[in-house]
């Protein structure tokens, strides 16, 4: 059985699936362990809802997002301003 699934073809699939299942675990451990509606703790849990927007606010701006939104995302100028015909070739 090994020898039938176990071949150089089939190593972008394996490669593919781990990648996949990294994020997954990746996204799982994160909300775990930052989320601030998920309460793990029994002590937690009895606190009922939070009024902390501050929290909610640091992790839903997270680094990854401040990063790609400070970034400038001009790829397709003619399709974004189609009246401004100084972006057109």
């Avoid at 699934?5 to 699936?17: D, G, H, K, M, S």
């Avoid at 601030?36 to 002590?43: S, Y």
């Amino acid at each position: 059985m090994a020898s039938r699934w176990i071949r150089p073809e089939v190593y972008p699939l394996f490669a593919t699936t781990g990648v996949a299942v990294g994020i997954c675990a990746m996204q799982l451990v994160r909300n775990i362990t930052t989320n601030p509606e998920v309460r793990v703790t029994k002590e937690n849990r009895a606190a009922g809802v939070l009024e902390n927007f501050d929290e909610g606010k640091r992790y839903s701006q997270h680094g990854v997002r401040r990063f790609w939104l400070s970034k400038r995302r001009d790829y397709m100028q003619a399709l974004d301003n189609p009246t401004n015909p100084s972006t057109k070739k």
